[in-house]
C-alpha cells in the first residue's frame, strides 16, 4: 500500500536537441530546477550508431559541475583537455569533475556499431570545490543489490548500505533501476529523491510513472516501495536539498555574471578551458541571451 503522506509530483521530460541526437531532458524542468545537487539528466536513444557515428557531440566546455555518463547499451568514447581517453561500455561510470574549467568530447569508437542508450546526468559543485582543479574518473565496475524483484546499481553515493566509489562534494545518491515485480528500497529522511523512468512504467507511491517521466518524492521518508509489474528501468537520485545554481548553457555557476565570463573564456579563447583536438569541430553557441534582451530595451 502506499504510504499516505506520500505525495508524487510527476513531470514529463521533454525533447532536446544535443548535436544530431534527440534526448528527453527531466531536469532542469519548469518549477523542479533540481533534485538535491542533480541538476541535470538526459535521456539519450536508445539509437543506432556506426563505429564512425555516434553521439558526435565536439570540444565543448563546462565549469561548476560533474558529468555522469552512464550507459544501458553500446559503447561511446570520451575524450578531455586533462589527456583523457576512455571507452565506455554498460555497467561502467564515467564521472568528470569540471571545477573551474574542463572541456571534453564524446565521440563514436571506431569499432561499435549497434543500439545506443544511456543517460548523462550533472551534479552541481559545492562553493568548496566549484572553482577547484578539473578531475576524470573511469569506474569500470560498481557495487550492486539484489533486492529479488530489482537489481539497484549504485553509480554515486551510498545505498541499501553500499557505497560506490565515486567521488561527490555534497551528500547525494544516485541509483541505477532495474525492476520486475515489487520492491521496497530504503531511503534516507533528509534526502529530497526523484525517479525518471527510462524504460517501462512503475507504480511510485500510487502515481503511475511511464517512460520519459521524473516523478519528484521530496525529503522526509525512510524507504519506497515500487511496482513494475511489467519491468521497468530508471535512475533514482537523490541529496540533501542544494541552492538552486544558475544555469547556462555547459555551465553550472551561481550568477549571470559568472557565466558570462565563462562564456568569454570559451569564445575568446583564454586558456581557461583547456582544449581537446578532435575531428569534430568544437562546439559554439550564441552569446547569453541576456545581452539580446539589454539591447532590445536600450
Ligand atoms: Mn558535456
Redesign the pocket.
Known amino acids: 500500500m502506499p504510504e499516505a503522506d506520500f505525495t508524487v509530483e510527476v513531470g514529463d521530460a521533454h525533447v532536446a536537441q544535443v548535436g544530431h541526437i534527440q534526448v528527453r531532458r527531466s531536469l532542469p524542468r519548469h518549477g523542479r530546477r533540481n533534485v538535491g545537487a542533480w541538476c541535470f539528466a538526459d535521456h539519450m536513444g536508445p539509437l543506432s550508431v556506426t563505429a564512425t557515428s555516434g553521439l558526435d557531440?565536439g570540444p565543448?566546455p563546462?565549469c561548476g559541475l560533474q558529468?555522469v555518463t552512464w550507459l544501458t547499451a553500446g559503447e561511446a568514447l570520451h575524450h578531455d583537455s586533462l589527456g583523457t581517453e576512455q571507452l565506455i561500455r554498460p555497467g561502467q561510470l564515467n564521472l568528470?569533475t569540471a571545477g573551474h574549467g574542463v572541456v571534453?568530447a564524446?565521440e563514436a569508437t571506431g569499432q561499435y556499431e549497434g543500439r545506443l542508450e544511456g543517460i548523462?546526468l550533472w551534479i552541481a559543485q559545492p562553493d568548496a570545490t566549484r572553482d577547484g582543479p578539473a578531475q576524470f574518473e573511469h569506474l569500470p565496475t560498481l557495487p550492486r543489490v539484489d533486492f529479488g524483484h530489482g537489481v539497484a546499481t549504485v553509480l554515486v553515493g551510498e545505498f541499501a548500505g553500499i557505497a560506490s566509489p565515486a567521488r561527490h562534494d555534497t551528500p547525494l545518491v544516485g541509483v541505477d533501476l532495474e525492476l520486475r515485480g515489487r520492491v521496497e528500497v530504503p531511503l534516507r529522511a533528509d534526502f529530497e529523491y526523484a525517479l525518471i523512468v527510462m524504460s517501462g512504467g512503475v507504480d511510485v507511491a500510487g502515481s503511475l510513472d511511464s517512460e520519459g517521466q521524473i516523478g519528484y518524492l521530496g525529503l522526509g521518508h525512510d524507504s519506497l516501495a515500487l511496482e513494475a509489474p511489467e519491468g521497468a528501468h530508471g535512475v533514482l537520485l537523490g541529496g540533501t536539498p542544494f541552492e538552486t545554481p544558475f544555469m547556462w548553457w555547459?555551465f553550472v555557476a551561481r550568477s549571470r555574471e559568472e557565466a558570462e565570463a565563462a562564456y568569454e573564456s570559451w569564445v575568446r579563447p583564454d586558456g581557461r578551458f583547456g582544449e581537446v583536438k578532435r575531428l569534430l569541430a568544437p562546439v559554439m553557441t550564441p552569446p547569453p541571451y541576456w545581452r539580446t534582451l539589454g539591447q532590445a530595451r536600450s
Open positions: 557531440i565543448h563546462h558529468t568528470m571534453h564524446e548523462q555547459n
